[in-house]
C-alpha cells in the first residue's frame, strides 16, 4: 500500500509561482502522468515529491505521514531522470548495485538481485560495459535497472525517453507499460509529449502555469477537454481551432474569415461574442462538391490507412481533415466540409469550454 | 588554377605543422639553453659564437651548486665567484624549505578551494559577484600588498618564516584553486547526486563515491598549476622572508653579483635542479593531466 497525497503544494522562485496550490492523490498501484509544457510545473511537483526541493507551503503524504523534511533517500522512492545520470566511471553492473550497497544488502544477494533485473529488462550483455560504451536506449535501460533494483513503492519518471529517437521512445514506452503490469506498483510520470501520456497513463493529470487544468482517464481528456489549452494540447493531428465569433443571427452562428458555421440547437442560447470553434481532423466529414459551399484541397498527405487533407485558411495554422486511406483526393479538388454538431467544441473569449 | 579540397586541405596542414614547429621550438628553446649552459664550463658561458652543445662537458656547475657550495671552487679563474657565493649559499636548505612552503600551501589552497568550489557550485554559497571579487584579489599586483602585509607580520612574528609564506602563497593561489574546481564540478551534472541520493547514499557517500572520481582529475591538474606558480613565486619570498627562510628562486637569484654579472653556468644547473620536481610531479600525474587540462571529462 503505498499513496502519495499532495495538499495546497505550492512553490515559489522569488517572484514566480512554479506550483500553485496542487492537490493530487496518487492511488496505490496507479500510473499517472504529469503533462504540459515546458515550464508547466510538473518536473518541479516530481523534484518535491521526490525531496531535492522544497516546498515552499503545503504538505507531501506518503503513505499517510508527512514526509516534507525526509532526506530523498529516506522516502521509499525510486527515480529515473531525463539524463540517465549513470554514474559514468562505474561500469553497468557496478552502477546496478549502488542502491543496494547503500542498503547494505549482503554480497550474494546483491548479485542474485542484479541478475534478476538485469534479465527483467534485457540488458545482461551489458554488466560489464562502461556507460559510455552503451547507447541511449541502453543507457535507459540500466537507469530503470538500477532503480528496479531497490525495489521502492513508488517510481518517479522524470522525461525518461525524452532524450531517445522516435523509435526507441515507442520500444521504451512499451517496455515502461509492461514493467508497470508486472509490478503493480505506483509510477509518476513526467513528460511534455501527449502522446507517451496518451499511452501510458491509467490518468492523466495536465498542467499549465503551475497549476492543474484538467485530470481523467487519456480518453476522457481526448473527448471531453475543458478548455482550448487541453483540446490544442491533445491530438495528433492536433484539433482543428478557429479564432472567430459566436453570433445570434435568428439562429446561432459561429463567423470567421474562413468559416461560418451554423451551430446546433443545443448552443442556441450561446452569447455572442469572441470565441473559439474546435473540430478534431478525424470528425470532419469530406464529401464531394454538391452545390454547397466548396473549397480546395491544398496539401494530400497520404498515410497508409488514413490520408491526412490540408485546407488553407485565413488563419496560420491549416485545417486538416482525415479520411479513409482508401478514398482517393488530389490536390486542388473542390470538396464540401460538414461538421457533426455532436464532435463541436465551442470556447469563449477566455478559452474555456462552452457547455451547452 | 584551382585546388581540390584535399590538395587545400594538405597545404593548410603543412602550414599548421610549420607553425607549431616554430613555436615549438621558440617555447623550447629557453629550456634546452638551460640544459645545455649547465653542463659548459665557465668560459663558454659568454663565449661568441655561442656554443649550442659543449664538446668540454662538465659536472662542475653541479657540484659547486649542489655539493661544494661551502667549498672555495678548486678552478683558480671562478675563485673571486666562489668566495663572493660561498657563505650565502644553502640549496638543500631552499629546497626543503620550497617543498615544504608550496606543497602545504598548494595542498591547502586545493583542499579548500574545491570545497568553497562545490558550494559556490552547488548551493551558491558565494554570489556571481563575490566569485569575480574574489578573482580580482589576483588582479591587484602583489607589490602594492607587500608594505602593510610586512608591518603587520613583523608584529605578529611571521616575518620571515615558513608559516607566513604558507599562508601568503595559500591565499593568493585559492582565487584560482576556486575557479579551477568550480569549472570541474559544474561539469558533474547535479542529477548524477541526485541518483545517488535517491538510491540511498548520504550527502558524504555521494560526493566520495561520485563526485570525487569525476572531478580527480581536474583537482589534479588544478593542484600541479598552483604548485608551479608557488614553487617559483619570487618576489613575495625576496621581500617577506629572506635571511631565515630560503627559498629556491631567491636562492637562485643569488648566483649574480654588481661586478660579476649572471654566473650563468651555476645558475643554470641550480634551475635544472629546480626544474626536475615540477617535471617529476608531472610525470607522476600524468594519465590525469590530459583529461584534467581538456576539461571536458564527464560524458553525458
Not at chain 1, 319 to 328: D, L, M
Not at chain 2, 92 to 104: F, H, K, P, Q, V
Not at chain 2, 115 to 137: D, N, P
Not at chain 2, 264 to 278: D, E, F, K, M, N
Request: aromatic content about 10%.
Amino acid at each position: 500500500m503505498s499513496r502519495i497525497e499532495l495538499t495546497n503544494l505550492r512553490k515559489e522562485y522569488g517572484n514566480v509561482v512554479a506550483v500553485n496550490d496542487l492537490n493530487l492523490t496518487i492511488e496505490d498501484g496507479e500510473f499517472i502522468v504529469l503533462v504540459g509544457p515546458s515550464g508547466c510545473g510538473k518536473t518541479t511537483t516530481l523534484r518535491m515529491i521526490a525531496g531535492f526541493e522544497d516546498p515552499t507551503a503545503g504538505e507531501i503524504r506518503l503513505d499517510g505521514s508527512i514526509v516534507n523534511d525526509l532526506e530523498p533517500r529516506d522516502r521509499d522512492l525510486g527515480m529515473v531522470f531525463q539524463s540517465h545520470a549513470l554514474f559514468p566511471h562505474k561500469n553497468v553492473a557496478d552502477n546496478i548495485v549502488f542502491g543496494l550497497r547503500m542498503q547494505k544488502v549482503g554480497k550474494e544477494e546483491q548479485r542474485r538481485k542484479m541478475h534478476e533485473v538485469a534479465e527483467l529488462v534485457r540488458i545482461s550483455h551489458l554488466l560489464a560495459k562502461m556507460p559510455g560504451q552503451c547507447s541511449g536506449g541502453e543507457s535507459q535501460r540500466i537507469a530503470l535497472a538500477r532503480t528496479l533494483v531497490t525495489e521502492p513503492s513508488n517510481f518517479l519518471l522524470d522525461e525518461p525517453l525524452s532524450s531517445l529517437d522516435a523509435k526507441l521512445r515507442r520500444e521504451l514506452r512499451a517496455e515502461c507499460d509492461r514493467l508497470h503490469e508486472q509490478l503493480q506498483k505506483t509510477f509518476v510520470y513526467v513528460t511534455h509529449d501527449q502522446e507517451e501520456a496518451m499511452t501510458l497513463a491509467d490518468r492523466i493529470v495536465v498542467m499549465d502555469a503551475g497549476e492543474i487544468v484538467q485530470m481523467g482517464s487519456p480518453i476522457d481528456i481526448y473527448s471531453n477537454p475543458v478548455s482550448y489549452f487541453v483540446a490544442d494540447f491533445f491530438g495528433n493531428p492536433a484539433m482543428n481551432l478557429i479564432e472567430g465569433e459566436f453570433v445570434q443571427n435568428g439562429s446561432a452562428e459561429f463567423r470567421s474569415d474562413s468559416f461560418t458555421v451554423s451551430l446546433p440547437e443545443k448552443y442556441k442560447d450561446i452569447s455572442p461574442g469572441k470565441g473559439t470553434f474546435g473540430i478534431r481532423p478525424e470528425n470532419v466529414q469530406v464529401s464531394k462538391a454538391n452545390g454547397g459551399d466548396t473549397r480546395n484541397i491544398g496539401l494530400v498527405e497520404p498515410l497508409g490507412k488514413d490520408t491526412l487533407l490540408y485546407f488553407e485558411t485565413a488563419a496560420e495554422r491549416p485545417f486538416v481533415a482525415i479520411v479513409e486511406g482508401t478514398e482517393s483526393h488530389s490536390s486542388g479538388e473542390p470538396v464540401e466540409l460538414s461538421f457533426p454538431g455532436d464532435n463541436m467544441f465551442l470556447f469563449d473569449g477566455t478559452g474555456d469550454r462552452i457547455r451547452a | 588554377m584551382s585546388m581540390t579540397m584535399t590538395q587545400k586541405r594538405n597545404v593548410f596542414s603543412v602550414f599548421r605543422y610549420f607553425v607549431l614547429t616554430i613555436w615549438l621550438l621558440i617555447v623550447a628553446f629557453p629550456i634546452f639553453w638551460m640544459v645545455s649552459t649547465s653542463f659548459k664550463p665557465d668560459r663558454e658561458w659568454f663565449s661568441w659564437p655561442p656554443v649550442y652543445i659543449t664538446e668540454n662537458a662538465t659536472l662542475q656547475n653541479y657540484l659547486t651548486v649542489w655539493t661544494d657550495f661551502n667549498e672555495y671552487s678548486t678552478n683558480e679563474e671562478t675563485k673571486e665567484l666562489g668566495q663572493y657565493t660561498q657563505s650565502l649559499q644553502r640549496p638543500w636548505e631552499a629546497l626543503g624549505n620550497s617543498t615544504l612552503i608550496a606543497g602545504i600551501a598548494t595542498l591547502l589552497a586545493v583542499l579548500f578551494g574545491s570545497v568553497l568550489a562545490y558550494g559556490v557550485s552547488r548551493h551558491q554559497i558565494l554570489s556571481e559577484k563575490r566569485m569575480f571579487q574574489l578573482l580580482m584579489l589576483r588582479m591587484v599586483p602583489p607589490i602594492v600588498l607587500i608594505a602593510p602585509i610586512s608591518l603587520w607580520y613583523r608584529q605578529i612574528g611571521l616575518l620571515d618564516s615558513i608559516p607566513g609564506l604558507v599562508i601568503l602563497y595559500f591565499l593568493t593561489s585559492l582565487p584560482y584553486a576556486v575557479w579551477m574546481s568550480k569549472s570541474f564540478i559544474d561539469e558533474v551534472p547535479r542529477e548524477m547526486e541526485h541518483a545517488a541520493e535517491i538510491l540511498g547514499a548520504s550527502r558524504w557517500r555521494t560526493i566520495w563515491e561520485v563526485v570525487l572520481p569525476l572531478v580527480r582529475s581536474g583537482l589534479v591538474a588544478t593542484f600541479l598549476f598552483i604548485l608551479i606558480l608557488t614553487w617559483s613565486e619570487y618576489l613575495l619570498a625576496l621581500l617577506l622572508s629572506k635571511t631565515d627562510v630560503l627559498t629556491l628562486p631567491i636562492e637562485l637569484s643569488k648566483y649574480q653579483g654588481s661586478t660579476e654579472g649572471r654566473v650563468y653556468g651555476r645558475q643554470a644547473a641550480l634551475s635544472v635542479g629546480i626544474t626536475i620536481p615540477l617535471v617529476f610531479v608531472g610525470l607522476l600525474i600524468r594519465k590525469h593531466l590530459a583529461r584534467g587540462f581538456s576539461f571536458g571529462m564527464v560524458r553525458r
